[in-house]
């Protein structure tokens, strides 16, 4: 049966068990996703509390992390999504994020109308995939995709 969270706060707990689990058995996170039959990006962001798992990969990365029954049925469990609080974030890498939308947020909204017209593009139906590439001017790059649906907005 489909379990739910009202709070965050167990699984976000489960989520530093986990990264310490991680770092104790010097796993990555492709490592741990390895045989979910879900991707890298899916798994992460379950891991740290913004998913649910299925059962069956509950248990491949519960037992990678050598995680209790409770923490792999927790997994389980529809969260209270949202990883970032009501302020600006503090984090270099994820405040970065936060300025690229505070930038380019008004012209993606503004393509994204003009090519597909008034409607969202979803983060329930999407795939996330971040790649390391060579910069050829010396150095790497970072190259995130973000493939959600297109979900035209219905007048009612």
């Not at 209790?68 to 389980?76: G, K, N, S, T």
Request: glycine residues 8%.
């Amino acid at each position: 049966m489909t379990q739910t969270q009202f709070r965050n706060v167990s699984r976000l707990d489960l989520a530093d068990t986990i990264v310490l689990a991680k770092a104790k058995k010097s796993l990555t996170f492709a490592q741990i996703a390895d045989g979910t039959g879900l991707s890298e990006a899916f798994v992460t962001a379950a891991l740290l509390g913004q998913h649910p798992l299925p059962a069956d990969a509950a248990e491949v990365v519960g037992k990678k992390l050598g995680l209790d029954q409770d923490a792999i049925a927790l997994l389980q469990t529809i969260p209270v999504r949202g990883s970032i609080g009501n302020g600006v974030p503090t984090d270099p890498t994820i405040y970065r994020f936060y300025e690229m939308i505070q930038v380019y947020g008004t012209t993606l909204k503004a393509l994204v109308h003009e090519k597909f017209g008034d409607g969202i593009i979803s983060a329930i139906n999407f795939k996330l995939d971040v790649k390391k590439v060579s910069d050829p001017d010396g150095g790497e790059r970072a190259v995130i995709t973000l493939n959600g649906k297109y979900l035209p907005t219905k007048p009612f």
